[in-house]
């Protein structure tokens, strides 16, 4: 896009510059939503942003006076400048964009749980996936042949005070469970990384196909494993940043208000530790070997501390090593 013709007062205009380019915007936003300073490599894998690239965008940032340095040398950290008139607007704004999703998550699932129609499994595709420039939103439910119809009639009724709300368009895909197969056949990523509304996940609906080997049942050990490789990246991201256990503490007040009755309970439990226990405290219980921890550890990704990319890294991970360097590294 070409500059402007005529230039405009950045005394009276000062947004032009604070928010005139994407890499400006992502930098901005990831500042405005972190509670501590953040080195140049962690602003950079938050902002989605290549490292070396960042450096002119927060030179520009700090000749603005919206963005100051803490620190020298290789310990220098960035952080939002609060002293600027513009920095509590601008965390506003960031804040409220952030809760976009979790307000349609909850409006969804208030859906459904309010619904005449039982649904078998109720999910958001990948939200990572969606194209560039729509906010488009693909809702799949799986329910019986009987009762598919009914539930596609009742969400096209009820989504459209959702859509007005938070100005987006919700996509919508009913199945049946012999449909769900060929579904994750054609499209694959329909199924990865989804935001689970009601019922169990997708992936655990889909039947064996003919001639197929059935795959070997996850035992025990291996769930516990990995339930243990998942809290540890999250012990990682919090030691980095501690604001993280408010955030993580807001989703689950939210969410707990319309979850089953079993689910609250343990939602329950880890409201009460996140509110109790010091962060270090936290970050020890998170990977302990006692039966309270194990027994929640099954529940933690309710905490939604890890992007999808991140818990497909660490689920891929071998050691502790390669867990903490899925959630470190760029």
Known sequence: MRRPKYAQSRLLHPLNDVLGTQANVRLIRTLSLASTPLTAGELARRADLGRTSIFPALRELESIGIVEFVGAGAQRQTQLRERHPLATALKDLFRVEASRFDELTTALRKLFVESPVRVLSAWIEDVTAVPRGTDAVRLYFVATPEDKERLSDYLNEHLAVVERALDLH????????????????????????????????????????????????????????????????????????????????????????????????????????????????????????????????????????????????????????????????R
Do not use: Y
């Open 170 to 329: 919700v996509d919508v895909g009913g199945f049946t469970r012999s449909e769900l197969e060929t579904l994750s056949r054609i499209r694959g990523h329909a199924l990865d990384n989804p935001t689970l509304l009601e019922g169990v996940p997708p992936a655990a609906l889909l039947p064996s196909m003919a001639g197929a080997t059935k795959p070997a049942p996850v035992s025990h050990a291996e769930q516990d494993a990995r339930a243990r490789r998942l809290a540890l990246a999250m012990a990682v991201k919090i030691k980095r940043d501690p604001g993280l256990i408010r955030l993580a503490q807001h989703r689950l007040e939210r969410r707990s208000q319309r979850a089953s009755p079993r689910e609250r309970r343990e939602l329950g439990e880890w409201l009460r530790l996140l509110s109790t226990m010091s962060p270090a405290r936290l970050r020890a219980f998170f990977i302990e070997d006692s039966e309270h921890a194990i027994r929640l550890r099954q529940s933690l990704p309710a905490l939604s501390l890890l992007s999808p990319t991140e818990r497909q890294a660490v689920l891929r991970s071998r050691n502790d090593a390669e867990v903490i360097a899925a959630v470190t590294r």
